[in-house]
């Protein structure tokens, strides 16, 4: 039984890739310190892979930016507008190349825009959108993942598995850049490349090749089934002597598990972890040579291996297959888990006792293996973790549990219709038309950022540091109404993270010092881990609200974090469904917002920019996610009285089929990023006749640039062409926090102008 990996962590555990990438753009090193820097990583991951009993260690997996730009480099996917870049800067190499893709490219003369970058599936991670043309042609281009092979060989006298994404789901992540064909046509011209690369591979020594195909696990599009069926036979015909491997992770096979079971391939890989169900389904179709790789081991989470539930798949597996056919591994890549729980000197040692960050889940592979062979120790180890978290009374809380469960319809919905709210509010808040507002962020400068630094240093006192954050927030107001702002903020200083903050006042979460997770190139995020029952035993926000609420006579408007977002960025429980979950942090979102409206805000807010992204990844299962989210986000919403205005926020997403669910969340405002698609995302809640208030933006708050008068009003005269002109907000795309001062006052002066142009004109 072959033990293995789909991939590794390329940060490295001090995130050294992060540090050495940002240095290198930054001209503090050269480039032969950024190669240095990155072999040194490879060559530790691939030993810590042999050392923990790995049979086969990915290679490839590795990359700068991104490993399906690599994919691009690779095939010579390489649009013409970067050509420059490598042809007019001669010290310019194929990383520099890559890189001005990624990134776009200021430098030597250039001006280079960054190719679009998207979400990868279900995960945080984004990757850069391969573009594609009629005409497309495709050459080997990058060497990367020969001079990968040929170091991992030297580095463990072992032969490394190559990873490729697959051919099929190579061009189904790109994207058509004109009209008039449909990219999977492409295969023919891009299939020979891969062959040629996929021969030097094994002309170079390598027995295994693997190819990433998640696509089988998702609703293949017309044309896919025949794509694959050509590729791979067109692999095989060509590619004698390579044995290929082609994983599946994220979902289940489903509907497509007969046709990845008719592929050509020697191996398999299933994710047992999202679907447990495909293993039966699978093994009666599996032809007598190909092999099983099992993916046990949950490989987008923190926790701790249950072996009693990963065992029986390997022996069912290893009974009908015999043990030569079946491998096991992670789930997925583990590119998606932090890189070592052993750093984490301060998370409390029970909690501790029940995860497993990527370096453990190695061992877990290994020792999956050993108790197979016999090696019950291990198992009542394991046995022992698993039941001391099932039995500990820090997860459980009956109390918690009870109360979710006796959440009824009346609790999801507003005690009444939002025609007779909107006249309640009007009368109580006596906005104008067209009302302006934020989204709820101020610039976090180095001062506020510092400042909390330095108290949770414990530099600072409590006083020292609430009397800053007041006179943060005092200033911000006072510039606020200045501006002629109608609804007001209070600039979210003292939070560092949207959902870290409430993760911290909550009971149930805990927080990791390197729990680190690539998110896109050198970013990474540090998500929470909700372990436990949540529940909220102070409040989080009413101090500041209060606070900000008098320094003026204009409205505040109290700011949450909403329960699908917060759910959405952390690592959750894996013993209890995530509408569970969703629905505990529900209850506690809703008894803050009860506290807000009981000290006296009138207008609460509820972000939920992660409800679109939650949506599962097969068609199938998406009507039942969006009732428990949408129902999570009414709980948290209806606990106030009719003349409380609930706002909520979401940010670039397409609303064209979750309208209807969008409108059922019945918030009476909802703020929405539109300002780069020209306010054509409006006509989904124009043609859906969406009856509440939306808050379009009216300029992009990623780019420093100030928008004049003119552009914000045009743009809300178009607003007013799809939606009834008394419903309509005027407010920026989405919160302030990365901006500066001086643009950010600047636009929002013109905001507020463009909008009495427009009332004006009423
Ligand atoms: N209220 C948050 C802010 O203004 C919303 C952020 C978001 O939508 N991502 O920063
Ligand atoms: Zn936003």
Known sequence: MLKHTLGYPRMGAQRQLKKACEAYWQGRIGRQELTVAAQRLQEEQWRLQQAAGMDLIPCNDFSYYDHVLDMSLLVGAIPDRYAPVVTDVPQNTETDLAFAMARGCQEHGLDLTAMEMTKWFDTNYHYIVPEFRKDQSFRLFSNKVFNAFDAAKHQLAATPKPVLIGPVSYLLLGKE??????????????????????????????????????????????????????AYTEIAKHCKGLRTMVTTYFEGLRDNAELAASLPVCCLHIDLVRDPAQLEQLLPLLPPKMSLSLGVIDG???????????????????GQLGEDRVMIAPSCSLLHTPADLALETQLDEELKSWMAFAKQKLQEVAELDRIFHGEAALLAANEAAIAARGASTRIHKPAV????????????QRASGFVYRQTLQQQRFGLPMYPTTTIGSFPQTADIRALRAAFKKG????????????????????????????VLVHGEFERNDMVEYFGEKLE??????????????????????????????????????????????????????????ILQWSFVRDDQPRSETTAQIALAIR????????????????????????????????????????RAFRVSASGVQDGTQIHTHMCYSDFNDIIRHIAEMDADVITIETSRSQMELLEAFADFKYPNEIGPGVYDIHSPRVPSIAEMEFLLRKAAEYLPARNIWVNPDCGLKTRKWPETEAALRNMVEAAKAVRAGV
């Open 401 to 412: 549990k009870a109360r979710v469960a006796a959440i009824s319809e009346r609790d999801a």
């Open 300 to 318: 987008r989470n923190i926790w701790k291996n249950d072996y009693r539930r990963s065992l029986p798949f390997i022996q069912k597996a290893v």
């Open 177 to 230: 850049k004109e009209p008039g064909f449909h990219r999977l046509s492409l295969l023919p011209r891009l299939l020979p490349v891969y062959i040629e690369a996929l021969q030097r591979l094994r002309d170079r020594g390598a027995a295994w090749v693997q190819l990433d195909e998640p696509f089988l696990a998702t609703d293949l599009p017309e044309g896919a089934a025949d794509a694959y069926h050509y």
């Open 591 to 630: 008894d803050e917002v009860v506290a807000l409206e009981q000290a006296g805000i009138g207008i609460i807010q509820i972000d939920e920019p992660a409800i679109r992204e939650g949506l599962p990844i097969r068609k199938a299962d998406r009507e039942q996610y969006l009732d428990w989210a949408v």
């Open 459 to 486: 530099d600072l006192t409590q006083a020292q540091y609430d009397g800053s954050l007041e006179s943060a927030t005092r200033e911000t107001v006072r510039l606020q109404e200045d501006i002629g702002l109608d």
């Open 508 to 565: 149930g979460f805990a927080f990791t010092q390197h729990g680190w997770v690539q998110s896109y190139g050198s970013r990474c995020v540090k998500p929470p881990v909700i372990f436990g029952d949540v529940s909220r035993e102070q409040d989080m926000t009413v101090r500041w609200s209060v606070f900000a609420q008098s320094c003026t006579a204009r409205p505040m408007k109290g700011m949450l974090t909403g329960p699908v977002t």
